[in-house]
């Protein structure tokens, strides 16, 4: 049967149904749905997790804005200096949650307290499983307090020499979580972390928690310093 050229409304749509060619329905709109959890208020939005084999589903940024240089080698423990101008921005390397904040620089170098080289300082333990420690800082950010959550980018401190240091600079520092807090001889860094800043600096994405889980299975949790 061949229909007339000019057919319309409830005309047109039986006879297409006839000949079995009715359209689809279209879609129905779906709205997106909201996050599970709101970002603390300065946190800019997050981006959409990425698949990661550690499970991690976050993303790794480099933790220094600006021009920065850094060695494969550091005094007495593994950990890296990373050298920038000195109020530089440091940012959270990681998704995750303060672990501990120190806002006071009470390092005495007549005393020279291993606990209180950093000065300034911060640490996270990552959502990746891995904590990550910053110190020497001039200045924290208010909203940095212990339990709160941050993302990679988010803003942390400003470079600055706190502590046991001679010029502005970010002490890095990549360890197992252990004690949480307190252990400081742990958080101070127990891996060299120059190999996953070069790949951050990049964009790339290498995470250290393959390595920090074989580090601690075969160290486990030090309860006291075994370097100065």
């Avoid at 990552?126 to 910053?134: E, L, M, S, T, W």
């Amino acid at each position: 049967m061949r229909l007339p050229l000019l057919v319309t409304g409830a005309v047109a749509l039986a006879a297409l149904a006839a000949c079995g060619t009715a359209p689809a329905a279209a879609p129905a709109f779906v709205p997106a749905t909201s996050p599970s959890a709101s970002p603390s208020p300065s946190t800019a939005p997050s981006p959409s997790p990425r698949p990661s084999p550690t499970g991690y589903q976050g993303r790794y940024v480099y933790p220094v804005l600006g021009n920065t240089s850094y060695g494969h080698t550091h005094h007495d423990y593994p950990a890296t200096d990373v050298m920038a101008k000195c109020g530089a921005q440091v940012v959270s390397a990681v998704d995750g949650v303060v672990l501990e904040v120190d806002r006071v620089n009470r390092y005495d170098p007549k005393k020279d307290d291993g606990a209180l080289r950093g000065g300034l300082n911060v640490s996270i333990l990552g959502d990746d499983g891995v904590r990550y420690y910053g110190s020497h800082f001039s200045a924290i950010e208010a909203s940095i307090q212990p339990g709160v959550r941050v993302t990679a980018g988010q803003k942390l401190a400003k470079v600055g020499q706190t502590g046991l240091a001679s010029a502005c600079h970010l002490h890095f520092g990549i360890s197992p979580v252990c004690a949480r807090t307190d252990d400081w001889w742990n958080r101070r860094g127990v891996i060299w972390p120059w190999k996953y800043l070069d790949s951050w600096k990049k964009g790339g994405q290498k995470s250290p928690l393959a390595e920090i889980t074989a580090w601690q299975k075969k160290n486990g949790c030090p309860t006291k310093p075994t370097a100065p």
